[in-house]
Every structure is written in C-alpha cells, then in structure tokens.
C-alpha cells in the first residue's frame, strides 16, 4: 500500500523560508522511473506544480518559482524535502507531495499553509 | 511552457446525464494527458492516464480520448458521487501543467 504524506509549518511569515517533508511508504525511490513531485492549490484555485525528483537524483522545477525551490530526496528515510525562500502571502496554499514518474498515481492529504506576518 | 485550455470552467449537469470536459494543448502532446478527479477537502485522484487508459479501481464510466492538441473527458452516466472538480494534466514536457479546473455541480 502506498502512501504519502506531508509535514511542515501551517504558519510562516512573509520573506520566511518553508520546508516541508513528505515521508512516503509502499514504495523505494530509488526504483528506476520512480519520481515525488509538489504540487499545491491556492484556496479556491486550480493546481499548480512545482517541482519533481527522480529517483536518479534528476530535479525539475517550475520555471516561474525556479529561483526559489530546491527539492532534494533522502532515500534511507523515504522522504522527499521541499524548500521554498522568500514566501509571500500569495504562497498560501495547500502543499501536496505525489508519487509517479508520469502522471500522479498516489497523492498526500496536502497541509495547508498560510503565509501571514 | 505548454498552456492548457479546459472547458467548460462550471457545467451544471443531472444524475444520468453524459458530460464532456474539454482541454486544448498550445502544442502537440502526444498522448501525455492525464484526468484527476478533486473532492472538497481532499486531495485530487487519478481518474486516466495516457490520455485513455483508465486507472484501476476507477468506473467504466469514465472515459478518456484524444491525442495531438485535442483531449477529451466524458463521464457516460452521471452519478451523486462525480460532483466534483475535473483537472487535466500534460506531462509531456517540464514544466508539467494543470488545466484550470472544470467544477461539476449539480443541476
């Protein structure tokens, strides 16, 4: 059974940097094709990705968030780490770490965070 | 960037009617097209992948097609527990993208 799920602050000031964690089971990243990606969803808004990881280490990034992102993958503890500088209150969302190398099979409960001073 | 065009944003529909949910590419994507259905609250579930291939466990109702620029989703015979909102997604090429969302509400 696979599952993911998110942990971090609900709560972050603006120019603060988040990190988040998905702590994933069911699956190994280290498994040829096997990717965690971050998507999130402004309240009342469409989804929005952001960043991806391979399990050969190959990262990718939303070209519009790029300079502020860095996704890195710890394979022994099953997690994958989110970091984001600089929020602002239009950051807020909820967070949501996926598992699939293509298409998203299996999703986390998403967290909630709001950028607020 | 590869943008999406889904439509229509709100369609009003009753129980056993069939609806079609729209999303157009800026470029050709092959068939790399995914549909993920979004409860309230929860997070999306993957509904079809690969522009047709339904994910198991998900209703024969569902159906995917489409390929190139043109895609299409189509629910044959509405049902209570299919209110809810539709996301397309192109992962043919970073960075991946979602569709604007189609919100199915009740007639």
């Known amino acids: 059974q696979i599952t993911l799920k998110e942990s971090g602050p609900t709560l972050v000031k603006p120019t603060q940097t988040l990190t988040l964690t998905c702590t994933f089971s069911?699956?190994?990243?280290?498994?040829?094709?096997?990717?965690v990606g971050w998507i999130r969803q402004p309240p009342g808004k469409a989804l929005e990705w952001l960043a991806l990881i391979y399990w050969d280490d190959d990262k990718r990034y939303s070209p519009s968030l790029k300079s502020r992102l860095t996704i890195t993958k710890d394979t022994s503890k099953n997690q994958v780490v989110l970091t984001m500088t600089n929020m602002d209150p239009v950051d807020t969302a909820t967070y949501y770490c996926?598992?699939?190398?293509?298409?998203?099979?299996?999703w986390g409960q998403g967290t909630l965070v709001t950028v607020s001073s | 960037v590869i943008w999406m065009t889904q439509s229509p944003s709100l369609l009003s529909a009753s129980t056993g009617d069939r609806v079609t949910i729209s999303c157009r590419m800026s470029?050709?994507?092959?068939?790399?097209l995914a549909w993920y259905q979004q409860k309230p609250g929860k997070a999306p579930e993957l509904l079809i992948y690969a522009a047709s291939t339904l994910q198991s466990g998900v209703p024969s109702r569902f159906s995917g097609s489409g390929s190139g620029t043109d895609f299409t989703l189509t629910i044959s015979c509405l049902q209570s527990e299919d209110f809810a909102t539709y996301y397309c997604?192109?992962?043919?090429?970073?960075?991946?993208?979602f569709g604007q969302g189609t919100k199915v509400e009740i007639k």
């Open positions: 997604q192109q992962y043919y090429s970073f960075p991946w993208t």
């Open positions: 996926a598992q699939g190398g293509v298409a998203f099979d299996y």
């Open positions: 470029q050709g994507i092959s068939s790399y």
């Open positions: 069911g699956f190994s990243l280290s498994t040829s094709g096997v990717g």
